[in-house]
């Protein structure tokens, strides 16, 4: 009896113990779950839920990605993208959306699942990254791009004229990719320091500005790219660029050659239509004569106003320089 009696105090001092194991163990899950650590000056913290571990992770981290874009928003005005684009409103207004829009895709790396918990329909994880681990990967992603702007910046110092702009290209091209890492590095640590860069990229901008300046074109074309020519004149005259036909620096030629084509078909507006099968090729020259840039581009139109109102559309040549740019359109580059 003795020996039943205890047997049954021990069986329930040992439920008793896992009852309160058990609850013990809710109420912390319950905890980082309701309240996960806030963030410091070393790390950031996150819950996410997924079906799997690895979508509840990609959640925790799109909630910091979210929280950093914040941060990035706030600190654009003071970084060194918005210092070189300038007064411009509408350029820089523009260019803090990409920015923003860009910090909520970082690459993340070492990021350490705090706990896990599967509640029988998802999965919740507790996530942690290290702010040095990932202000180092954008510091060494921003040196990258900066030694590859140094190079580009030699050859321009040694360019002509025209060759500087279609280096500006590439420059330009560069300094935009950076945009984008020092609202974030200031964001990753207040008290980055971005000095050796600043004064530099607002060189290179304010010489690029002044070389673009001291263009004075010239332009010339065959009787197939007269409307061409126009468009051409009209999107570098946006640009403030000067135009001159005997003090110029930069000789633009615009040629064409076109081949009619007509397609048969059951659809009688498109059969009605003749089309041009142009070849334009866009040349550069000094004043010296010697040819700076050539680009070619084969491009089709179509008129049911005849072989010369298809040659003189420009429709496929607007929709490429809005897409690129005027400089880049007339320097292939």
Sequence with gaps: MVFKTLFAFLTLTFLSACGASAASSDAATQAWMNNPPSDTSKHFYAVGYGATQKDAKSDALATISAKISVNVASSFSSSVSATRQGGDENILAETKNEVVS???NIEYTDVKVEESYNDGKQWIVLVEVDRDVLFATYERKLAQIDAKIKTEWD????????????????????????????????????????????????????????????LVFKITSDANSQTLAALVKSELSAQNVTFND??????????????????????????N?????????IKATDRGGNVVSSVEYKTKEGSSAGFEDAIARTGKYEQKIKQIGIFPFITGN
Aim: charged residues 30%.
């Design 246 to 271: 005997r003090n110029y620096n930069v000789h633009i030629d615009i040629t064409t050659k076109a081949k009619m084509k007509k397609y048969p078909s059951t659809n009688k507006e498109f059969a």
């Design 155 to 214: 050859f321009y110092k040694k360019a002509g004229f025209f060759e500087k702009i279609k280096l500006s290209g590439t420059i330009n091209k560069y300094l935009k990719e950076t945009d984008s890492f020092f609202p974030l590095l200031h964001a990753l640590k207040s008290n980055y320091d971005d000095t050796k860069y600043t004064s530099r990229y607002q060189e290179y901008t304010k010489e690029m500005r002044q070389a673009k300046n001291d």
């Design 273 to 281: 239509l003749t089309f041009a099968l142009r070849n334009t090729v």
């Design 102 to 104: 860009k910090s909520k």
